[in-house]
């Protein structure tokens, strides 16, 4: 089965979770994260997000990078990332 063009992003406890397809990373996050509340722009695995944080009323503005991630699991970040087009929050 092919994999679709978007990917997922969201958050559970103390762990970030990015989708696609049938591979799901993990990795870890702040300890005060609560949520992603918005996905700004997705560039070939480079992220920027807004994220809601316990010990601050505003939301704050966030950078991921899932190349270096992708590299440390031996996964080619190129032909892995080229495929997505669009990254959504995790329902």
């Known amino acids: 089965m092919e994999a679709p063009n978007f990917a997922t992003l969201g958050n559970s406890k ?7 397809g049938d591979l799901m990373i993990r990795f870890k996050s702040p300890y005060s994260l609560e949520r992603y509340t918005e996905i700004k722009l997705w ?12 010990h601050n009323e505003t939301e704050e503005e966030e950078y991921i990078d899932i190349v270096p991630i992708l590299k440390d699991l031996y996964i080619n970040p190129t032909s892995f990332l080229k495929p997505i087009e669009h990254v959504y929050l995790e329902k």
Do not use: D, P
Not at 14 to 20: E, S, W
Not at 43 to 54: D, T
């Open 14 to 20: 103390a762990f970030t979770i990015f989708k696609y």
């Open 43 to 54: 560039e070939n695995g480079y992220l920027v997000v807004m994220a809601k944080y316990l």
